[in-house]
């Protein structure tokens, strides 16, 4: 993708929506550009391939034919070729025979259960030991439904709990890999991926603007997109963690020319530091975009973190002075919160 196709490819993906987004804490280094695939009609996935499943519950596809064929479980339907396919009933419960059987609970004593018992067991298993994976499950099956009750009770409950911090990185995080999976499987439609999405958000602003706003004193950091990058989630935390921290922080947000950083610049004194996610491919990968970075706030006190999964080099670039890379974001938090 070039810097001259953008307007087109802006209208393109208005028209169709975006792909998930896969820089929130996405690890760098895969080199795959988001696909903008083709999605069932229905606004609800109803028809799962075992490959689907597979991803989505961490369960070998042998493993699930196993399973139907000693015990029983997860019947699927079959095409007139004898190709399985599996309902979201399937899927829901996939998802409760995986995590009781992780969480101990022989397969075979799962069998013998009905669908209603092995839901009351995750539920009972959740209140005595509750971690993320139980609620990711659930919140997948509230973006499916649509229910925005489901997944903002259970979010708050492990929020509670935990607190905001372990909800973002030990949930959001894998709910948005396993969006990803879905979306990758044509399972879902970009509806759902915004409605998950924008709940995501929305509980990260609100945990950020309950936070006090510093003065622009000492080191500032500045978040933004550069240019065509629309997905947001990875900055919006970024900038939570900073006013947690008691930093100042300046938010751009989308889609912001190289040209407004030079001003910004321009127009401040202090040390600045300079936060991004890169996810979109360019044409000549990620190189170019860096050398006009650096050309063009080039300057003693600024300096550049960068990460997500375009933030790599071919092994012949040269990452410019004043820039640092981060394999993943995971590795930029104790920067940010120290």
């Not at 208005?14 to 804490?25: I, K």
């Not at 009351?120 to 925005?148: C, Q, T, W, Y």
Request: hydrophobic share 40%; charged share 20%.
């Amino acid at each position: 993708m070039s810097y001259a196709d953008r307007d087109d490819v802006n209208k393109e993906r208005g028209a169709e929506g975006s792909a998930p987004f896969s820089g929130f804490f996405s690890e760098a280094g895969n080199g795959q550009e988001a696909t903008f695939a083709a999605v069932p009609t229905s606004p609800f996935a109803t028809r799962f391939s075992i490959s689907d499943l597979e991803n989505l519950s961490g369960v070998k596809a042998h493993t699930i034919r196993v399973w139907e064929r000693r015990y029983g479980l997860i019947r699927p339907a079959r095409t007139g070729t004898n190709i399985r396919h599996y309902n979201v009933e399937d899927l829901r419960d996939l998802l409760n025979i995986a995590y009781l059987n992780t969480h101990g609970v022989k397969i075979s004593k799962i069998a013998a259960m009905t669908n209603e018992v092995r839901e009351i067991s995750v539920r009972e298993i959740g209140s005595k030991a509750p971690g993320p994976s139980a609620l990711i499950n659930e919140l997948v099956m509230s973006m499916l439904h649509f229910d925005e009750v489901r997944f903002e009770g259970r979010c708050n409950t492990f929020a509670q709990q935990h607190g905001f911090r372990a909800l973002a990185e030990q949930v959001f995080l894998p709910l948005m890999m396993q969006v990803g999976l879905l979306w990758q499987s044509k399972n879902i439609r970009p509806a759902h991926e915004h409605f998950v999405s924008n709940l995501v958000r929305r509980r990260i602003e609100a945990e950020t603007h309950a936070q006090p706003v510093a003065s622009l004193c000492h080191t500032t950091y500045v978040l933004y997109l550069r240019e065509m990058e629309v997905h947001e989630l990875g900055i919006l935390y970024a900038n939570f963690l900073l006013r947690s921290a008691g930093k100042a922080a300046i938010y751009l947000g989308q889609s912001v020319p190289v040209s407004d950083l030079a001003q910004l610049v321009a127009s401040t004194s202090g040390p600045l530091v300079m936060v991004t996610v890169l996810t979109t491919n360019y044409d000549g990968g990620t190189a170019p975009f860096l050398k006009e970075l650096h050309r063009v706030t080039t300057h003693q006190r600024v300096t550049h973190w960068i990460t997500g999964p375009q933030a790599q080099l071919r092994s012949e670039d040269v990452v410019p002075d004043g820039i640092r890379l981060f394999r993943h974001f995971n590795e930029m938090v104790p920067l940010l919160l120290g």
